[in-house]
């Protein structure tokens, strides 16, 4: 049967329709079709470049996560090479015959290889649990791997759990680069190795002959900061820890290339942090534990007799480790937070006089989980957004410091979509603090706007410049908060401060909320709202506050001292100090900033809860909180809450999110939840 030409051109006006429709009907706008990078990786000549984006990909109205392997080969062209519902852990052969990567399994997930020539994938290794980080070695004949310890499965004579029984260790393993080679394990149940988001908690020596690596006795958060670095011999398998990692918390371990150094971030000693107390006007009592946990330093180890020293401090104190630069004379180090300028990545000088370089100026923001050094340490690669520019890959010799963009993804925005800048204002005590304004394209500096405040985590986190057309995220998790194009297009102006206790200020700043969360913080947060209203850009009458993890406690515990928020939101934030202290899996989180244990003093604890002030709130308050959420900030502190409003006919809702944790990660949910918080901030416009 013939089709007219007539049909057609309505089939295809339907078609684009519904497309426009949907685009314009979804909360979440030009973040749909915004395309993230995952991870950048240069090959070991730089000639090639591997790199992962990620997606949301719609199918039967339901939407999910979609991962492209992408390969951008010496001749500048850029081929798409697989597609998966999840790929990670990019890493070249020496040899760049082959890319490397994790990806699931038949049951779990899983080693695979890819060949650079004939683009087959074939599966390399599939563990009895899931592989977490792998490194292959430089004789490209082994791979080690971290994993879940498997225990022999034995009858139980009961049926009762024993608390923190189901945390396994992470162990370390060692296999052959075969088919077939059933894997080594190198570490007994006394360590369970360290993961962190740059290095994977380990590394191979150069001669491929030993694997330093981080651990700490226990698993679980509530050992976080007792990691010491030991270095295994694998010809003997004699295991020796680094002395002066005893006593300093000391993970993300990296040998030089010359095999002479290994380089890790260790904490301040209780004597260094004394100190830097003092060289900050602090004396008793002594923050101890908050300035030993929230200043780190670069040291070095001799690899051969474990001599140690430290390397000059980075301006905020508290660098991540990239990796050794070619000649390996510099560490290569990454610090997410500059004021509200952005991430910075400096190289450490081996001679502790000299001072930090500054080898990567941005003006935007490069997303911490992308960062790669090829094998050779001579280029990097990372993902880079503006405000106004989408995340693409970059890569950048680290030597002729000059970023080239290797990808080309398509704006998600036709349009302008506002503008942000830094501001600053005097605090009720006369100190400045800075923080962000966002402003739509049309924005009208003698129009009085709705104001939304938007509050960071943490506390120590910091705002900084990112795409517009998206959201504040980390991988797949999505601050539903935070999806600004979307909140500009509700009417509001946007105002992100940087209160004390902010990070990428410096470790004073950093610690100046110990013993004072809940007001020091709270108090420069209002003062930039009576800036903001002072300078006759914001309506004193349409003002909304809303915040997610610490940011969603400022924003309940605001409104509970202060009823100018006409609509506030409460995402998954901490409401009671003293049950806080005991259900959550960060117990030290609470005596590092309050400066003792609730059973010591419970003067503060019950002084900054919210839920002892849930009679002030007269601000409508939505509370969302991760189903999932039953450790970082236990999905029980927004129910006591939600239950004390409405028990006293407050005007309160609660959605908690289906099989999420601290911060969603199911896009269907986010759009939900965005939709929702859209909803409610209307009450304030």
Same mark, same amino acid.
């Given at each position: ?35 993230? +990078?995952?991870?950048?990786?240069? @090959?070991?000549?730089? *000639?090639?470049? /591997? =790199?992962? !984006?990620?997606?949301? #990909? ?72 899931? +592989?977490?980080?792998?490194?292959? @070695?430089?004789?490209? *004949?082994?791979? /080690? =791997?971290? !994993?879940?310890?498997? #225990? ?43 993961q962190f988001f740059v290095y ?249 706007y709705p104001l939304l405040v ?181 999905i029980t502190q927004s129910i ?46």
């Amino acid at each position: 049967m013939r089709i007219s030409v007539w049909f057609l051109n309505i089939i295809f006006f339907l078609l684009c329709s519904s497309n426009i429709f949907a685009e314009q009907t979804s909360p979440l706008g030009s973040a749909l079709r915004l395309n993230r +990078i995952s991870q950048v990786v240069p @090959s070991t000549t730089g *000639k090639q470049t /591997a =790199f992962i !984006a990620y997606q949301i #990909q719609s199918s039967a109205n339901v939407k999910k996560w979609e991962y492209i392997l992408y390969l951008r080969d010496s001749a500048g062209r850029v081929n798409l090479l697989i597609r998966k519902d999840k790929i990670s852990s990019l890493a070249w052969s020496y040899d760049e015959k082959l890319i490397y990567f994790l990806a699931k399994g038949d049951n779990n997930n899983a080693l695979w290889v890819l060949d650079t020539a004939t683009h087959e994938v074939s599966k390399v290794l599939e563990y009895k649990s899931d +592989i977490l980080a792998f490194k292959l @070695s430089p004789n490209n *004949k082994y791979i /080690a =791997f971290t !994993a879940e310890e498997q #225990q022999e499965n034995t009858k139980q004579d009961s049926t009762l759990i024993e608390k923190n029984g189901e945390i396994k260790n992470i162990c370390l393993y060692l296999v052959e680069i075969k088919r077939n080679a059933a894997p080594i394990l190198l570490t007994s149940n006394h360590y369970s190795v360290s993961q962190f988001f740059v290095y994977p908690g380990f590394d191979w020596a150069p001669n491929s002959k030993a694997i330093v690596f981080s651990y700490q006795p226990h698993p679980g958060l509530a050992y976080t900061f007792q990691n010491k670095i030991a270095v295994i011999n694998l010809e003997n398998h004699q295991l020796k820890t680094i002395s002066y990692t005893e006593n300093h918390n000391s993970t993300q371990p990296a040998y030089s290339l010359d095999g002479q150094w290994i380089a890790y971030q260790a904490s301040s000693t209780t004597s260094e942090a004394k100190n830097n107390l003092i060289k900050m006007g602090v004396h008793s009592p002594y923050p101890l534990l908050l300035a030993m946990t929230k200043s780190n330093h670069i040291c070095i180890s001799n690899a051969k007799t474990f001599e140690t020293h430290c390397l000059a401090d980075t301006f905020n104190q508290d660098p991540i480790m990239i990796g050794w630069n070619q000649s390996s004379d510099h560490v290569l180090v990454f610090d997410p937070y500059y004021k509200s300028e952005g991430p910075k990545i400096y190289a450490l000088n081996i001679n502790p006089a000299i001072p930090p370089k500054l080898i990567v100026i941005t003006e935007g923001f490069i997303e911490p989980l992308t960062i790669s050094l090829n094998n050779a340490h001579n280029f990097l690669g990372f993902g880079y957004e503006t405000a106004t520019n989408a995340p693409q890959a970059f890569i950048t010799n680290t030597n002729l410091l000059h970023m080239e963009k290797i990808s080309d993804f398509k704006e998600p925005s036709s349009k302008p979509l506002g503008q942000m800048k830094s501001i600053q204002w005097n605090s009720f005590d006369g100190k400045t603090i800075e923080g962000i304004l966002i402003t739509p394209e049309n924005y009208n500096s003698k129009k009085k706007y709705p104001l939304l405040v938007s509050v960071h985590g943490g506390p120590a986190a910091a705002w900084s410049k990112r795409y517009l057309g998206g959201c504040d995220e980390y991988g797949e998790m999505i601050d539903p908060t935070t999806c600004w194009n979307n909140l500009l297009n509700l009417g509001f102006i946007i105002f992100q401060p940087n209160p004390r206790g902010s990070d990428g200020y410096g470790l004073a700043f950093r610690l100046a909320n110990f013993k004072d969360i809940g007001n020091v913080d709270y108090q420069d947060i209002i003062s930039g709202v009576d800036h903001l209203i002072q300078s006759g850009i914001v309506d004193a009458n349409h003002l909304a506050i809303a915040g997610w993890s610490y940011g969603g406690y400022l924003a309940a515990w605001s409104i509970s001292q202060s009823s100018q928020f006409k609509a506030a939101v409460d995402g998954d934030g901490n409401t009671d100090w003293i049950s806080y202290e005991g259900t959550s899996s960060q117990p030290l989180f609470t005596k590092s900033y309050f400066g003792n244990f609730f059973w010591e003093d419970d003067a503060l604890y019950l002084k900054r809860s919210t839920i002892l002030y849930a009679k002030n709130i007269q601000t409508p308050l939505l509370i969302l909180h991760g189903e999932n959420d039953t450790s970082q900030v236990p999905i029980t502190q927004s129910i006591e809450l939600y239950t004390a409003l409405q028990q006293q006919g407050k005007n309160v809702k609660m959605f908690i999110l289906p099989k999420q944790g601290h911060v969603p990660n199911d896009i269907n949910v986010i759009e939900e939840s965005v939709a929702a918080i859209d909803s409610w901030l209307k009450k304030a416009l």
